[in-house]
C-alpha cells in the first residue's frame, strides 16, 4: 500500500489544483477529527445528502444509519453508491475586496460503494470504534446495544480508495492594486470548542475523565484523602450535602458569592465551579469526612498558570462545625503537597477579603507571607467593592511550611 491514494477522474482537481492532495495520513487525520459527516446519494433518481456519524477503522469508513431511514433502506446487499464528504472549518478569510474573500479549511471527498455490514463480529467492532470515538474509555462505560439495537442499526462499510483532500491554508489574497484600500483584513480562526458537560437528571457522578477538555494534571481534580478530610471531585452528588452542611449564615459572610438557600441555587454554585473547571480556569473538591463521607465543604484551585507555574488555593468554604479542627490545615497540606510537589509549583498564593481578619490569620499560619493590598478587586453580594489582602508561598519557602504543618496536624 503506497502513502498516497491513486486520482480518478472523480478525485481529480480542475480549478486550485494546488489545493488538492492524495496523502492517506492526511485524509485519515480529517476523518478521525471530525464526528460527522455529510452522505450523498440517489433515490429514485433524485439526489439526497444526509448528515450522520462516522469512524475509520484502518482503511475503511463505517457509516450509522436507521434501517427505516432513506438510507439504510436504499442500501441492498450489493451496496449504494455513495460520496461522503468531511469538512473542518479553521477559519475565515478577509479581504479588501468581497471577491478575495475565503476560508481556511481541511476537506475530504471519498468516493465508492458502501456495503452493509452483516457479518455481527465485524458490525459490533465499528459499532464499539463509533462510541469510542465519543471517548476512549466510552464502551466499557455504558450499556452495550440489545439483539433488538443491533437489528435496528445499519452500519455500512466504505473502503477508502477513491479519496481526495482539499485544503486551504493562510492569509488574504488581495490583488496589489487593493492593498492600499482602507478596508480591514485579515484571518478570523475557527475551532470546534467543547462546553461543560451538563449532567442527566439523576446523574451524581463527576463527568468522567474522557470529557475533560484539559487532561493536564494541573486541571485535574485528583481524589486526596487524609485522617480528617478527603477531597473528592466536586459533582452533583455533593449538592445536598453542601446545603445542610454550609447552612450557617456566618461561613458565607466574607465570601463573593451569595449564600445559596435552595437546592437548585446550590446546584448552580457547583454548576458554576464545572464551567470554571471546563474552562480551565478552576478545580475543584468536595471536602468529606473520611470515615463517614459527610460533606463538610467545597475548596479550589483558581487562577491556574501552568506555563508560569503558579495557581491560588481559594474559594473554601467549610461548615462551622468543623472550624478550630484538624479539617482545614489538612485540606490545605494535601492541596500544598500536590502543587509543589506533584504539579511542580513555585508559587502559591491566596485573595482574602480584607475585613475577614479569621481568614488572614489562618493563612498566615500556613506560613504564607503577606505579599500586598488589591484595591477594588471584587464586587461583595451587596454590591460594595472588596479590597484583597494576598498572601503567598513560594517553593523555596514549602519544606519549611510543610513541616510546620505537619506538627500541628499531628497535635490536632
Given at each position: 500500500?503506497?502513502d498516497?491514494?491513486?486520482p480518478?477522474?472523480r478525485?481529480?482537481?480542475?480549478?486550485?489544483?494546488?489545493?488538492?492532495?492524495y496523502?492517506?495520513?492526511?485524509a485519515h487525520?480529517?476523518?478521525?477529527?471530525?464526528y460527522?459527516c455529510t452522505?450523498?446519494f440517489?433515490?429514485?433518481?433524485e439526489?439526497r445528502?444526509?448528515?450522520t456519524l462516522h469512524?475509520r477503522?484502518?482503511?475503511?469508513?463505517?457509516?450509522?444509519a436507521s434501517?427505516?431511514?432513506?438510507?439504510?433502506?436504499?442500501?441492498?446487499?450489493?451496496?449504494?453508491?455513495v460520496c461522503?464528504s468531511?469538512?473542518?472549518?479553521?477559519g475565515?478569510?478577509?479581504?479588501?475586496?468581497?471577491?478575495h474573500?475565503?476560508a481556511?479549511?481541511?476537506?475530504?471527498?471519498?468516493?465508492g460503494t458502501?456495503h452493509?455490514?452483516?457479518?455481527?463480529?465485524?458490525?459490533a467492532?465499528?459499532m464499539?470504534?463509533l462510541?469510542e470515538?465519543l471517548g476512549?474509555?466510552?464502551?466499557?462505560?455504558?450499556?452495550?446495544?440489545t439483539?433488538?439495537?443491533?437489528?435496528s442499526?445499519v452500519v455500512?462499510?466504505?473502503?477508502l480508495?477513491?479519496v481526495?483532500?482539499?485544503a486551504r491554508?493562510?492569509?488574504v489574497a488581495?490583488?496589489?492594486?487593493?492593498?492600499?484600500?482602507?478596508?480591514?483584513?485579515?484571518?478570523?480562526?475557527?475551532?470546534?470548542?467543547?462546553?461543560p458537560?451538563q449532567?442527566d437528571a439523576g446523574?451524581s457522578?463527576?463527568?468522567?475523565a474522557?470529557?475533560?477538555?484539559?487532561?493536564?494534571?494541573w486541571?485535574?481534580?485528583?481524589?486526596m484523602?487524609?485522617?480528617h478530610?478527603?477531597?473528592e471531585p466536586?459533582?452533583?452528588?455533593?449538592?445536598?450535602?453542601?446545603?445542610?452542611?454550609?447552612?450557617?449564615?456566618d461561613?458565607w459572610?466574607?465570601?463573593?458569592s451569595p449564600?445559596?438557600?435552595?437546592?437548585e441555587?446550590?446546584?448552580?454554585?457547583?454548576?458554576s465551579a464545572?464551567?470554571?473547571?471546563?474552562a480551565?480556569e478552576?478545580v475543584?473538591w468536595?471536602q468529606?469526612?473520611?470515615?463517614?463521607?459527610?460533606?463538610?465543604?467545597?475548596t479550589s484551585?483558581?487562577?491556574?498558570d501552568?506555563?508560569r507555574?503558579?495557581?491560588?488555593?481559594?474559594?473554601?468554604i467549610?461548615?462551622?462545625r468543623?472550624?478550630r479542627t484538624g479539617v482545614?490545615t489538612?485540606?490545605?497540606?494535601?492541596?500544598?503537597?500536590?502543587?509543589?510537589?506533584?504539579?511542580?509549583?513555585?508559587?502559591?498564593?491566596w485573595?482574602?477579603d480584607?475585613r475577614?481578619?479569621?481568614?488572614?490569620?489562618?493563612?498566615?499560619?500556613?506560613g504564607a507571607?503577606?505579599?500586598?493590598?488589591i484595591?477594588?478587586h471584587?464586587?461583595?453580594?451587596?454590591?460594595?467593592?472588596?479590597?484583597?489582602?494576598m498572601f503567598?508561598?513560594?517553593a523555596?519557602?514549602?519544606?519549611?511550611?510543610?513541616?510546620?504543618?505537619r506538627?500541628?496536624?499531628?497535635?490536632?
Amino acid at each position: 500500500m503506497t502513502d498516497l491514494y491513486q486520482p480518478t477522474a472523480r478525485t481529480t482537481a480542475t480549478r486550485y489544483r494546488d489545493r488538492m492532495h492524495y496523502e492517506r495520513d492526511a485524509a485519515h487525520k480529517i476523518l478521525d477529527e471530525a464526528y460527522d459527516c455529510t452522505v450523498a446519494f440517489v433515490v429514485d433518481g433524485e439526489p439526497r445528502v444526509l448528515p450522520t456519524l462516522h469512524v475509520r477503522v484502518g482503511e475503511t469508513i463505517y457509516l450509522h444509519a436507521s434501517t427505516g431511514g432513506r438510507l439504510g433502506l436504499t442500501a441492498r446487499a450489493d451496496g449504494i453508491r455513495v460520496c461522503v464528504s468531511v469538512t473542518l472549518l479553521d477559519g475565515l478569510v478577509y479581504a479588501r475586496s468581497q471577491f478575495h474573500h475565503s476560508a481556511n479549511y481541511r476537506s475530504l471527498v471519498a468516493h465508492g460503494t458502501a456495503h452493509p455490514v452483516t457479518d455481527t463480529g465485524e458490525k459490533a467492532t465499528a459499532m464499539t470504534a463509533l462510541v469510542e470515538k465519543l471517548g476512549a474509555g466510552r464502551a466499557a462505560d455504558s450499556r452495550p446495544p440489545t439483539t433488538r439495537e443491533l437489528a435496528s442499526t445499519v452500519v455500512l462499510a466504505l473502503p477508502l480508495a477513491e479519496v481526495s483532500v482539499r485544503a486551504r491554508a493562510g492569509g488574504v489574497a488581495d490583488d496589489p492594486e487593493d492593498l492600499t484600500l482602507p478596508h480591514w483584513a485579515g484571518v478570523l480562526p475557527l475551532q470546534r470548542i467543547a462546553g461543560p458537560p451538563q449532567p442527566d437528571a439523576g446523574v451524581s457522578t463527576p463527568p468522567p475523565a474522557y470529557l475533560a477538555r484539559h487532561p493536564s494534571p494541573w486541571t485535574t481534580a485528583e481524589p486526596m484523602r487524609g485522617q480528617h478530610v478527603a477531597l473528592e471531585p466536586l459533582a452533583p452528588g455533593h449538592v445536598d450535602g453542601l446545603l445542610n452542611a454550609l447552612a450557617d449564615d456566618d461561613v458565607w459572610q466574607f465570601l463573593p458569592s451569595p449564600k445559596p438557600r435552595t437546592r437548585e441555587e446550590m446546584a448552580e454554585h457547583v454548576e458554576s465551579a464545572a464551567r470554571g473547571q471546563w474552562a480551565g480556569e478552576r478545580v475543584a473538591w468536595a471536602q468529606c469526612d473520611p470515615a463517614t463521607g459527610e460533606v463538610m465543604g467545597m475548596t479550589s484551585y483558581h487562577d491556574v498558570d501552568e506555563e508560569r507555574a503558579s495557581l491560588g488555593i481559594g474559594h473554601t468554604i467549610l461548615g462551622r462545625r468543623w472550624w478550630r479542627t484538624g479539617v482545614n490545615t489538612e485540606a490545605k497540606l494535601l492541596l500544598l503537597e500536590r502543587a509543589f510537589e506533584v504539579l511542580g509549583a513555585e508559587r502559591v498564593f491566596w485573595y482574602t477579603d480584607i475585613r475577614n481578619e479569621r481568614s488572614q490569620r489562618a493563612i498566615a499560619r500556613l506560613g504564607a507571607s503577606r505579599d500586598g493590598l488589591i484595591r477594588r478587586h471584587r464586587l461583595r453580594p451587596d454590591g460594595t467593592w472588596r479590597d484583597s489582602v494576598m498572601f503567598a508561598m513560594t517553593a523555596d519557602e514549602w519544606p519549611g511550611a510543610r513541616e510546620r504543618l505537619r506538627t500541628r496536624l499531628a497535635a490536632a
